[in-house]
């Protein structure tokens, strides 16, 4: 969908939980194979933050055992090698990480 919006020249932001680099290697592909630009960001908290953050305990009950293949507890993540933009959210606060 992204790529049909970019295609009418209307810029398409997208945010996904992408943990697999063959995903991201793939959207990247689909678009540099046709002339769009794909720029990657990835926006990066330690697990312990992103935790503490997380106010419908999702990562507890993934830790317990109630959600089964979750992201970065039962299944991996694996994190981009080179994205364009790299923004630290434990290190920015939310006006830094936005500029």
């Known amino acids: ?16 939980i992408s943990p697999y ?20 960001v990835y926006v990066d908290a330690p697990l ?9 305990g999702l990562y507890k009950r ?10 970065g507890i039962s299944a991996p993540y694996e994190p981009p090698s080179s994205p364009e933009l790299h923004i630290r959210t434990d290190k920015l606060n939310l006006t830094e990480s936005v500029e």
């Open 1 to 16: 969908v992204a790529k049909l919006f970019a295609d009418s020249t209307t810029i398409a932001l997208t945010s996904f």
């Open 48 to 56: 312990e933050v992103v935790e503490q953050r997380d106010p419908k």
């Open 21 to 40: 680099k063959s995903d991201r290697e793939a959207a990247r592909k689909l678009h540099e194979d046709t002339g769009i630009p794909f720029i990657e």
């Open 62 to 71: 993934a830790k317990m055992g109630e959600i089964k293949n979750f992201t």
